[in-house]
C-alpha cells in the first residue's frame, strides 16, 4: 500500500528554501523522482511560516522507501541537511483514506 511522508524542514535565514533550491537545481529530486518505487517528491513553501519548507513524497511501498534510505542519494541529502543546519519534523499518511463523506467537500 503506498504511503506519502510530510518532512517539515526548519531552519534560519532562508536555509530550508535554499535547501530545496539546491535539491532541485542540483538535480538530486529529479534522480530520486525516478526511483523504482518513488510516486512524487514535491516542496512547497510556507506561507504563514517564511523558514519552513514543506517535502511531500510519496511511496509504492516500505521496501521502496527502505531502498531510498540506503541509497547513495540519502547520503547526499542528509550532507545537504546538515549544511543549512535544518530541523525536521515527519508526519506520515497511508494513500487512499479519505472517508465518503469528505468527498462533497472536494472539487476535483
Request: hydrophobic letters at 35%; charged letters at 30%; glycine letters at 6%.
Amino acid at each position: 500500500m503506498s504511503f506519502s511522508m510530510n518532512l517539515y524542514y526548519k531552519g534560519g535565514n532562508g536555509s530550508a528554501r535554499a535547501f530545496a533550491q539546491e535539491m532541485v537545481s542540483s538535480g538530486i529530486v529529479d534522480k530520486i523522482r525516478r526511483m523504482d518505487g518513488c510516486l512524487r517528491y514535491e516542496y512547497f513553501v510556507s506561507l504563514s511560516d517564511p523558514e519552513m519548507v514543506l517535502l511531500i513524497d510519496t511511496w509504492r511501498d516500505q521496501k521502496a522507501l527502505d531502498e531510498y534510505h540506503s541509497s547513495p542519494l540519502m547520503g547526499v541529502v542528509a550532507r545537504l541537511r546538515e549544511k543549512y543546519d535544518l530541523h525536521m519534523k515527519a508526519e506520515r499518511y497511508t494513500e487512499n483514506c479519505m472517508p465518503d463523506g469528505d468527498r462533497p467537500f472536494l472539487r476535483i
